[in-house]
């Protein structure tokens, strides 16, 4: 690990103003990726600034029925908190789902979005990698590529966003707030994050220096009976190779509303818009929800390593939907 500078701000502004002034300088919350990724000399930071403690760490309920996350929320009191189990279980469920219990006491809400690609290639600064040295290529297209992605890719990158707890959120309509050298935006969850294109070293659309410092969820009535469901390689302590996050909402047999989105599949979470509009009003039945998957993964372009994928994802989402319409979600 290379050397650097550590310090804490007394508040957002002071945090921002901070980062403004280090080109090379990254936030710290729970370390959980950034310190790994220094570690492996990945990541180079010259200044560490600490903003655990500058964000709330509490989960809050909105006058309109939606809530509000803390940014420094750990990951493993967020998913226990009785208005996330009783509102949005989606969201319980894909924390519960994405590492261990003390990592979970550690990694904190906002972090949980801004984890790097875990892609074998992105770790290794042996390799080439558009992601971590622009320009130098993509070492995965032609090798190791089974855990990488199938929809939105570019010939530069073809890397996941690793994030589950993204994945719900996305499917949940959430908004990122965010404080930054230009002032505080808010940033729909749906625009967060970048599909590669041809800068994949731009993971999000945040600029430098702007920090994250809460979420908002919604009201969605139907979010009660949500689901996520992740399918890897092994029962913990694994990636998602394909995971759904879904909701839905049927009535005498009709699809009134429906949210999903995919993870595993994109280097972003993936809100599948097209599957919705086509389940929206119509008959809620097997067939439909195939039909339905098959069409939001008509785009994908697979590579001999990861074509198992397309069927995988189309099987994740009906059995999901399927589930959830027959009360066992």
């Given at each position: 690990?290379?050397?650097?500078r550590y310090t804490r701000a007394e508040d957002v502004t002071g945090a921002v103003a901070l980062l403004a002034e280090a080109p090379n300088g990254a936030f710290l919350g729970g370390g959980t990726n950034l310190v790994d990724l220094m570690k492996l000399e990945v990541?180079?930071?010259d200044l560490l600034v600490d903003v655990r403690r500058l964000t709330s760490d509490q989960v809050e309920e909105l006058p309109d029925g939606g809530i509000r996350i803390g940014a420094a929320t750990p990951n493993?009191?967020?998913a226990a908190h009785p208005l996330v189990r009783s509102r949005y279980p989606v969201l319980s469920q894909a924390l519960l789902s994405g590492a261990s219990g003390q990592l979970r006491n550690l990694a904190?809400?906002?972090g949980n979005l801004l984890q790097r690609t875990r892609c074998v290639y992105f770790q290794d600064v042996t390799t080439p990698c558009n992601k971590r040295e622009p320009g130098t290529g993509c070492s995965a297209i032609g090798g190791y590529n089974r855990e990488l992605a199938i929809l939105g890719t570019s010939p530069e990158c073809i890397a996941t966003h690793p994030s589950d707890f993204a994945v719900a959120l996305v499917a949940l309509d959430a908004v990122v707030h965010t404080q930054g050298p230009e002032g505080g935006r808010r940033i729909p969850m749906t625009e967060l994050h970048r599909l590669p294109g041809d800068e994949p070293h731009?993971?999000?659309v945040l600029a430098h220096g702007e920090l994250i410092t809460a979420i908002e969820v919604p009201p969605l009535a139907f979010a009660t009976r949500s689901r996520y469901r992740k399918?890897?390689?092994r029962a913990a302590y694994a990636f998602a190779l394909v995971s759904v996050a879904a909701a839905v909402d049927v009535v005498d047999g009709v699809v009134r509303d429906v949210r999903i989105a995919l993870g595993g599949v994109a280097h972003k979470p993936w809100r599948a818009g097209r599957a919705?509009?086509?389940l929206r009003g119509g008959?809620?039945?097997?067939d439909r929800f195939r039909a339905a998957a098959e069409a939001e993964l008509a785009d994908a372009q697979p590579l001999p390593g990861n074509a198992f994928k397309v069927p995988l994802a189309r099987n994740t989402l009906t059995r999901t939907l399927l589930d959830l319409v027959d009360g066992s979600g």
């Open positions: 690990m290379r050397p650097f990541a180079t930071p493993s009191e967020l904190t809400a906002g731009r993971d999000t399918v890897r390689d919705e509009e086509l008959p809620a039945r097997e």
